[in-house]
């Protein structure tokens, strides 16, 4: 049964940097995907990145994502991390891990079907 916690969240003022952390358990090491989204209230949630649940392969972004947000795994440790920084108001939002089973399609959104319970971010000053 897959298992997805995230901590780390809170209030941070602009220009700051966050990492969060997803604790995951079910998800089979290069066999499945696992990725980071967000949503902010009254917005339609969006995808940040995606990749291989690994230590060796890359993953993917979203275009608008690229430069502020690295996602780092260690799944020795059961762990997905989403670093982010040079933080802003617009990036005030709940952060939810998510996995999916299907793996030929890390970088496709709509493929991911687990989701942990988020964390807050909000920026601040």
């Known amino acids: 049964q897959v298992h997805l916690v995230e901590s780390g969240g809170g209030s941070i003022q602009p220009g700051g940097s966050l990492r969060l952390s997803c604790e995951i358990g079910?998800?089979?090491?290069?066999?499945?995907?696992v990725g980071w989204f967000r949503q902010a209230s009254g917005k339609e949630r969006e995808w940040i990145v995606g990749?291989?649940?690994?230590?060796?392969?890359?993953?993917y972004y979203a275009d608008a994502m690229k430069g502020r947000f690295t996602m780092s795994q260690d799944p020795a440790k059961n762990s997905v991390f989403l670093q982010m920084s040079s933080l802003k108001p617009e990036d005030t939002s709940t952060y939810y891990c998510?996995?999916?089973?299907?793996?030929?399609?890390?970088?496709?959104?709509?493929?991911?079907?687990?989701w942990g319970p988020g964390t807050q971010v909000t920026v601040s000053s």
């Open positions: 079910g998800v089979p090491y290069r066999r499945a995907c």
């Open positions: 990749g291989v649940y690994s230590d060796v392969d890359s993953p």
């Open positions: 998510a996995a999916s089973r299907t793996l030929a399609r890390c970088s496709t959104p709509e493929s991911y079907e687990y």
